[in-house]
C-alpha cells in the first residue's frame, strides 16, 4: 500500500506552483487562472463520472487520481488549504448526513 497521502499531493503541487511553466504542468494551470482551473475540474470529474459507468477499475483509478489533483489545482488557485476541506468535513461529521443536508437547505 502507498504512503502517499492526499497532503503530500498538496505539497508537491504547492512546491510545483514556484516552477516555470517551461517546467511544470501545475504552474501553468495556475497562470491560466481560476476559471480555467474550474474548467478542467470539472472536464476531469464528467471523465470520471463516464469510467465510473462504464469502463474497467484501473481506467476509475486513473480518473479518480486525475480528479483529486485537478481539485487541489483548483483549491490553490483559489488560496484555499486541503486542512480548511479536512476541517470542514469534520465539523460535518458531528452530525448524521441527512441532517447535515438538511441544514442547508434552511
Do not use: W
Request: with cysteine; aromatic share 4%.
Amino acid at each position: 500500500m502507498s504512503k502517499f497521502t492526499v497532503a503530500d499531493l498538496e505539497q508537491r503541487i504547492r512546491e510545483r506552483a514556484k516552477a516555470s511553466p517551461e517546467e511544470s504542468y501545475t504552474r501553468k494551470l495556475l497562470d491560466r487562472g481560476v476559471a480555467q482551473c474550474a474548467k478542467k475540474f470539472g472536464e476531469e470529474a464528467v471523465e470520471a463520472v463516464i469510467a465510473a459507468a462504464n469502463e474497467d477499475r484501473e481506467h476509475v483509478i486513473g480518473e479518480a487520481a486525475d480528479v483529486l489533483y485537478h481539485l487541489l489545482v483548483l483549491l490553490q488557485s483559489r488560496g484555499v488549504a486541503l486542512a480548511d476541506v479536512m476541517e470542514e468535513l469534520e465539523r460535518r461529521t458531528a452530525q448524521s448526513g441527512l441532517a447535515e443536508k438538511a441544514s442547508r437547505r434552511a
